[in-house]
C-alpha cells in the first residue's frame, strides 16, 4: 500500500536552515505530482508548496516563495523541501501529500504522518 | 488566492443528527473541490472529491454537493467516530484551503 514517510524535522533557531525528507513506497512515484502542507499548532491547514511529476516546475505559498526550495529524486522515490530563513511562524507539521490519481492534480488522497519543524531561539 | 471560507468554525451535534458543512469559494471554482477529516493528532483524510465525489473506503453516511461558489459536507446520520475537525480545499487554482469546522459529539 501507499507510504509516505517525512523526516528531518527539529528544532532549528530563526534564521536557521532545514531539510525535510519524504520516502514514499507502494506507487510509481515518477509519476504522481507532490505536495508538502504544514498546519501550525492549533491552526489549520495550509499548501505550501507544489512538484510536478517530472519535476520542471515548482509552485510555491507567498508566504515561502523565496525560502523553500521543493525538489524530487524520481530514481530513488523520494521528495525534500529545503526551507531556508525559517521564521517562528514558520513552527508546523509538515506533511507530505499524494494526489489521489495520477491524472488529476489537488486531490490530496494520501498523507505522511508528519514531521514537526520548531522555530525558536 | 482563492479564499474559502467554511461555516460553522465549530457546532456541536448528538448521535444521529443530521450535521450540515458549508463552504465558500471568493470565485467560481466549478467542482474542484474536496472535503477532509482530520482526528485529533493525526494526517487529514480525503473523503470527498469533485465536490459530490466519495472517496474509496468512506462511509455512504458522508455526502458532498454544490458547485460554482457554494459547497456543502453533509453526515446523515453523526457517529461517535465522527469527532474530528472538516476541512474544504479548492483545487481550481494553487490549493487553498478553509479554516476547518471542528465537529463535537454531545
Known amino acids: 500500500q501507499v507510504q509516505l514517510v517525512e523526516s528531518g524535522g527539529g528544532v532549528v533557531q530563526p534564521g536557521g536552515s532545514l531539510r525535510l525528507s519524504c520516502a514514499t513506497s507502494?506507487?510509481?512515484?515518477?509519476?504522481?505530482?507532490m505536495y508538502w502542507v504544514r498546519q501550525a499548532p492549533g491552526k489549520g491547514l495550509e499548501w505550501m508548496a507544489f512538484?510536478?511529476?517530472?519535476?520542471?516546475?515548482?509552485y510555491y505559498a507567498d508566504s515561502v516563495k523565496g525560502r523553500f526550495t521543493i525538489s524530487r529524486d524520481n530514481s530513488k522515490s523520494s521528495l525534500s523541501l529545503q526551507m531556508n530563513s525559517l521564521r517562528v511562524e514558520d513552527t508546523a507539521i509538515y506533511y507530505c501529500v499524494k494526489d489521489r490519481i495520477e491524472r488529476v492534480q489537488g486531490e490530496f488522497g494520501n498523507w505522511g504522518q508528519g514531521t514537526l519543524v520548531t522555530v525558536s531561539s | 488566492d482563492i479564499q474559502m471560507t467554511q461555516s460553522p468554525s465549530s457546532l456541536s451535534a448528538s448521535v444521529g443528527d443530521r450535521v450540515t458543512i458549508t463552504c465558500q469559494a471568493s470565485?467560481?471554482?466549478?467542482?474542484?473541490l474536496n472535503w477532509y477529516q482530520q482526528k485529533p493528532g493525526k494526517a487529514p483524510k480525503l473523503l470527498i472529491y469533485?465536490?459530490?465525489n466519495l472517496e474509496t473506503g468512506v462511509p455512504s453516511r458522508f455526502g458532498g454537493s454544490g458547485s460554482g461558489t457554494d459547497f456543502t459536507l453533509t453526515i446523515s446520520s453523526l457517529q461517535p467516530e465522527d469527532l474530528a475537525t472538516y476541512y474544504c480545499?479548492?483545487?481550481?487554482?494553487?490549493?487553498?484551503f478553509g479554516q476547518g469546522t471542528r465537529l463535537e459529539i454531545k
Open positions: 480545499q479548492q483545487y481550481d487554482n494553487l490549493p487553498t
Open positions: 470565485q467560481d471554482i466549478r467542482k474542484y
Open positions: 469533485g465536490a459530490s
Open positions: 512538484i510536478r511529476s517530472d519535476g520542471q516546475n515548482t
Open positions: 507502494g506507487f510509481t512515484f515518477s509519476t504522481y505530482a
